[in-house]
């Protein structure tokens, strides 16, 4: 079917459905072809761009019928930036997207045929991310310039209004570029390796309002450091740490080993689900807190607490969900292999005035261990993994433990359907689950599942 499929050629098609990268799906002769800021319901004139052997990709080249879900987009850098593929469709449209998505994985992957509970939309559509990392480049006049990398890609789409941030986010990355103009300050440059400022990383506690501002350097010091923090704090009193994070490397990732606070204590603190919470620089905080409360109590809820259990919390970052639920419990303990957020966990237990938790620090599997060997077994485990999901060994450990209920936080419905089937396999059965926009205009949607032991 792909050879009759031709390169460079238009068609006329229609949008029938969406892939999880939130790209339209339309069939020629049954031939699939994905075609970005589509919608369903669009009928297309598109230019073909990529042929592979069972599906190819396209470009819309005239809207010949839009979509009832269209809407106007009003983001003027949407098409190159690639962070927000769902600007152009309504918020209603979206979220019925993403329902199916994880419907469809858990039943495609999952082998799981049962209705999620009905997805829980974000209060905010817009400004609702706390944490923001702005990659600072040079234009063609080697000046220096902000914004995001374009989809799979270093090249920087200038961008000073981004509508998912607060605006002071926007204004502080803006002054930041100005300072450095200004001052002529080196800008870091992929190709050479030579240069100093990276990175812009703000965070921001919603409940205080107190921001954080960490500037991701290749050297450990700053030039006019100290002249950088008088302009910053001068201009945004709400500024309250200042951080350089020392990142010398030739790599993709953004945070280097090694960080110096300059202003500040180094850490903000947030409230969530009444926990008080402090946020350092490395530790994982989710961007939309007050979708994330309603994800948490969601879990917990789920999770059927009376106060007399166990609760191992596994891959529990600086301890929110866990500590969410410590007034409820006999006993949490939760388990993480990154020595910051374990450190970030026990002093929020502290911040709390919580006496009934312990945070080890190591893979959940040489934790648990340890905790065997003190004859310490759980009657509920909230597992939340990364991306990629849970380990096999994490799977395995679970299904030994053997606690009664089990609940599932994921970001990423292929692995949560992927690792529910493999525990109902081993004993348990999916009970509910139900999927939460954390991330509304992106693909990103999260999901929380109960599992039960038979």
Do not use: W
Not at 270 to 288: G, M, W
């Amino acid at each position: 079917m792909a050879e009759e499929i031709i390169k460079n050629q238009s068609y006329e098609v229609s949008i029938s459905g969406m892939t999880s990268e939130g790209s339209g799906v339309a069939k020629i002769d049954g031939f699939a072809v994905f075609v970005p800021n589509t919608a369903v319901g669009d009928r297309l004139k598109i230019k073909i761009v990529k042929v592979l052997k069972h599906y190819g990709y396209g470009i819309v080249q005239e809207i010949l019928t839009p979509s009832p879900d269209r809407i106007a987009n009003h983001c003027p850098v949407y098409l190159q930036c690639g962070g927000c593929c769902y600007r152009h469709i309504s918020y209603a449209a979206e979220l019925r997207i993403k329902e199916r998505q994880v419907e469809d994985a858990f039943l495609r992957i999952g082998a799981i045929p049962l209705k999620p509970e009905p997805i829980v939309g974000s209060e905010r559509e817009e400004e609702y991310r706390n944490k923001a990392q702005f990659p600072i480049g040079l234009n063609d006049d080697r000046k220096a310039v902000t914004g995001f990398f374009a989809n799979r890609s270093h090249r920087i789409v200038k961008c000073t209004e981004c509508r998912l941030l607060p605006p002071v986010f926007n204004a502080i990355a803006r002054d930041v570029v100005r300072f450095i103009n200004k001052n002529r300050l080196k800008v870091y440059e992929e190709k050479t390796g030579h240069g100093v400022f990276r990175h812009i990383y703000l965070r921001q506690a919603e409940y205080s309002g107190e921001i954080m501002l960490c500037v991701v350097a290749a050297q450990p010091e700053l030039p006019k450091e100290a002249l950088l923090v008088e302009f910053i704090t001068e201009r945004y009193p709400q500024v309250k740490t200042i951080v350089v994070n020392h990142n010398p490397d030739q790599t993709n990732v953004i945070l280097g080993r090694n960080e110096r606070v300059i202003f500040g204590s180094g850490v903000i603190i947030d409230r969530l689900c009444d926990v008080s919470v402090e946020i350092s620089p490395k530790a994982f905080y989710q961007v939309n807190r007050r979708q994330a409360e309603r994800l948490y109590l969601q879990a917990i809820d789920y999770a059927r607490l009376t106060g007399d259990e166990t609760l191992f919390d596994l891959y529990c970052g600086i301890g929110t969900i866990g500590l969410s639920a410590a007034g409820r419990v006999r006993l949490l303990v939760g388990a993480e292999i990154v020595p910051e957020a374990v450190e970030n966990a026990n002093r929020n237990a502290r911040l709390n005035g919580f006496s009934n938790t312990r945070f080890l620090c190591g893979d959940c599997k040489e934790a648990v261990r340890q905790l065997e060997q003190e004859s310490i077994r759980p009657d509920v485990l909230i597992v939340d993994p990364p991306r990629k999901g849970c380990d096999p060994d994490v799977l395995e450990t679970i299904v030994r433990l053997s606690p009664e209920r089990v609940v599932m936080v994921s970001c990423n419905p292929s692995t949560a359907a992927r690792d529910c089937r493999l525990l109902q396999e081993q004993g348990y059965r999916v009970v509910k689950y139900r999927p939460f926009d954390l991330f509304p205009r992106t693909k990103h949607v999260e999901t929380v599942a109960l599992l039960v032991k038979e």
